[in-house]
């Protein structure tokens, strides 16, 4: 793709993602940091007429160049356009957008930005993917809890996310991670992180925490206790990022006492009226601004007492600085172990980075980054000046002479998405945020395609005790890891143990579920091994039988929609098993068999083949018969009030209407009991409660139906089955290893026996 070549992998997941996009209407790309989401995204764009690229506006950049280099035509809009956007004109619009203003693929970078469906930025994201197929990117789909994953396949599947079985969840999502591909891809390794304590002073932590509570705007709702956790965390990142924090709600408090002394009592909006920098408060004119308050004499005592406890704080603890010179010391001394090695530094907090600029800078080749722009020693740079300096190899700068170097880049979590900074050899996070998929994607920015480098260190500057134990930062972060491990995986250790735990002889990391894309990729490369070059003519079905424990079958079958055009068009390819008489797509099936299939070809009877394809055929018309029933597999939340009005709006038809009115009923009833995606389950929300007469109504629900070019629906009376190539597994002759329990004769069985049947069962 123009000055692009793709990697096996990557156009391995190209090819997944067509099928899923095809099968779905949209599909997750979700691989390791670092292994080219990118470009594989543009590989599908290409193939669509009208294509729109949705990313945070600090990616912007980047995706221009990455179109450019592969020659595709996209536009672009950031998710803070998004957010911007007047949600009530969303609403007053949807579905009469033009035709030309619609687009057939939508691709979502950092898709995490979007995991939250009460948002503004959602609902524009959803109103813009209405009839269009979905990519979604993100290293890191789940931040918080299992619902992120849902809130985001639902873009394209709608209510059908939250009941997607493991074989489809399998199609739609693909995620391969770094060890999975070793030996193919240059990806550095990622060493165990190499912790850094800092001292404690618990005093600061018990203060913060019996902080009087503050008052709220007159439209705010309370928050004392977490307003206190809020400052222990800024004072774990750093004593700068505290102190700055405590000014910020000693002005807030401060304007607040303005107005109530005035007599008015301000929202949060009139608050922002009010601005605060560089230690100055600007007040406004409260008995203009605000509204009037009856009861402002308690409120002010109760704002007066918050700000006066503040005063004292800052009076308190504020003269000494120590830990920060703590926080200078280690990284000093990180980079003195280190010696000629690019260190990237990660904090939440820009008054973190910028209190260790000012103690680090003297020493050289060190530069800071944050939302306000870059700086060396000598003064400010731009972003790009900055990164190119720091990592020229993998921005493309010319290398820059020793003077203008920058070996330790400082900087905001600003820098931890979609930038590549593999110069670097060293990852340091000088705070721990709040959840490990950002420290993920910390690493994710120097441990990636293209680095010359065979291993990348990580070390963590640990917060003070106190800190820790109130925050329970810990706990927090390894519970969302735990999470994300188990349902899309994630390469990483947890990131905050010193020391790998064992159980019985096996690490926690081990214990864990493994996730559903981790079993997908164990699956394939038991398939790929297998993999023939044979010569086999289409009509053919290759037939093989193996030595295994137990008698079964591995089947890769075609099932028809019953709109097949040619001979060599097999429809949906599926893999089907059977073990011990239970046939099954479930993918924990799937390797169970694969796994049990032994590598002893022996000769294949063709009484167990006959037996073999009864099996797969009397299963075929089982599922036949659950998808015509409407039970088979995921499906989107049922519509009963939809399709009860639906029926009720025939039946009260005059006769003379109801033909007509049937024909746009049906294409109602195909809307509201087939997959939509997000928005238009919400418009059928709000048709569900309209008092719309009968036939505007019906032909408001029919109007929803997508735009998108989906393939048909399977009918289940048309669909037949080809199968492709069956593998018959035989077990010894007198074997009972796996036979079912119902097949005992449990009335023959010896006393002695009978003894041992609680095991048995168990």
């Known amino acids: 793709m123009g000055s692009i070549s793709l990697q096996p992998h990557q156009i391995s997941a190209a090819a997944r993602l067509r099928a899923a996009l095809n099968q779905f209407g949209g599909a997750l790309l979700c691989d390791d940091v670092g292994m080219g989401k990118t470009y594989v995204a543009t590989a599908i764009a290409q193939q669509h ?5 949705v990313a945070p506006a600090a990616l912007t950049p980047m995706w221009r160049d990455a179109l450019a280099a592969t020659g595709t035509v996209a536009e672009i809009v950031t998710f803070e356009a998004l957010s911007r956007a007047d949600a009530d004109d969303l609403r007053r619009h949807r579905g009469t957008a033009p035709e030309r203003e619609r687009y057939d693929l939508i691709v979502v970078d950092e898709a995490h930005h979007a995991r939250n469906p009460a948002t503004n930025r959602y609902f524009a994201l959803a109103s813009l993917a209405r009839g269009a197929r979905v990519l979604l990117l993100s290293a890191t789909p789940i931040h918080n809890r299992r619902a992120d994953l849902v809130a985001l396949l639902s873009l394209f ?28 891809l240059a990806i550095p390794a990622v060493s165990p992180p190499t912790h850094h304590q800092l001292s404690d002073n618990q005093r600061v ?9 503050p008052l709220p705007a007159r439209d705010g709702g309370l928050g004392g206790v977490l307003i206190g956790r809020g400052l222990v965390h800024q004072w774990a990142s750093s004593e700068a990022a505290l102190h700055e924090a405590v000014r910020r709600r000693i002005a807030r408090a401060t304007a607040l006492c303005a107005s109530l002394e005035a007599g008015t009592y301000p929202t949060e909006r009139e608050l922002e009226t009010w601005t605060y920098g560089e230690g100055a408060l ?15 004499t308690e409120l002010l005592d109760a704002v007066r007492v918050h700000l006066n406890a503040l005063h004292e704080f800052r009076a308190r603890f504020f003269p000494v600085i120590v830990l920060d010179e703590e926080r200078a010391r280690i990284v000093a001394e990180i980079r003195k172990s280190h010696a ?10 820009s008054e973190t980075v910028s209190m260790l600029f000012r103690r680090l800078a003297a020493v050289g080749r060190v530069a800071m980054l944050t939302s306000h722009g870059a700086r060396v020693a000598g003064g400010a740079l731009t972003r790009a000046e900055a990164i190119g300096r720091f990592a020229p190899h993998a921005s493309h700068f010319p290398p820059p002479g020793p003077a203008e170097a920058i070996d330790l880049l400082l900087t905001t979590d600003l820098l931890s998405e979609g930038v590549n900074l593999q110069d670097a050899q060293l990852i340091v996070h000088l705070d721990i945020p709040w959840t490990v998929a950002r420290m993920e994607q910390r690493v994710g920015r120097v441990a990636r395609m293209g680095s010359r480098h065979a291993r990348v260190d990580v070390h963590v500057v640990r917060p003070p005790r106190s800190a820790a134990a109130v925050l329970d930062m810990e706990m927090i972060v390894q519970r969302k890891w735990t999470i994300s491990r188990s349902s899309v995986g994630t390469s990483q250790p947890y990131p905050l143990s010193e020391h790998a735990r064992v159980e019985n002889g096996a690490s926690t990391t081990d214990l864990l579920a493994e996730s559903m894309p981790a079993k997908t990729e164990r699956l394939r490369s038991i398939l790929q091994s297998w993999a023939t070059c044979a010569d086999v003519d289409s009509d053919d079905t290759i037939v093989a039988t193996v030595s295994a424990p137990h008698s079964g079958l591995v089947a890769a079958i075609s099932v028809d929609d019953g709109e097949r055009r040619s001979r060599s068009s097999f429809g949906r390819p599926q893999l089907l098993v059977g073990i011990a008489s239970r046939m099954s797509t479930d993918i924990d099936a799937q390797i169970e068999a694969c796994l049990c299939a032994g590598r002893d070809d022996i000769p294949t009877d063709s009484a167990d083949s006959e037996r073999a394809v009864r099996a ?35 039946q009260g038809a005059p006769p003379h209407l109801r033909s007509s009115r049937s024909i746009v009923a049906a294409r109602a009833r195909r809307v509201a009991t087939t997959q939509q995606c997000a928005a238009i389950e919400l418009e059928l929300e709000s048709l569900s409660h309209s008092d719309l007469p009968a036939d505007e109504w019906l032909n408001a629900v029919a109007a929803l139906e997508s735009s998108r070019s989906d393939p048909p629906l399977m009918n289940p009376a048309a669909a037949s089955v080809r199968i492709q190539a069956l593998l018959l597994m035989r077990a010894p002759r007198h074997s009972k290893i796996h036979e079912p329990l119902h097949r005992f004769d449990f009335a023959r069985c010896a006393v002695e026996d009978l003894l041992d049947l609680p095991d048995l069962l168990r």
């Open 49 to 53: 007429a009208r294509c729109l690229v």
């Open 157 to 184: 599947l709608g209510s059908r996310a939250r009941s997607m079985t493991s074989a489809e969840l399998a199609l739609c999502v693909v995620r391969r991670e770094h060890a999975q591909l070793e030996g193919t």
């Open 205 to 213: 932590v018990e203060d913060l925490m019996n902080l009087p509570p």
């Open 282 to 296: 600007q007040l406004g004119f409260p008995e203009l601004l605000s509204a009037p308050t009856a009861n402002h």
């Open 340 to 349: 000629g090695a690019k260190i990237v530094a990660f904090a939440q907090y």
């Open 616 to 650: 797969i055929e009397s299963w075929c018309a089982r599922e036949r018969a659950s998808a015509a029933a409407g039970v088979g597999a995921s499906s989107p939340v049922r519509r009963h009030q939809i399709t009860r009005r639906i029926d009720s709006a025939i």
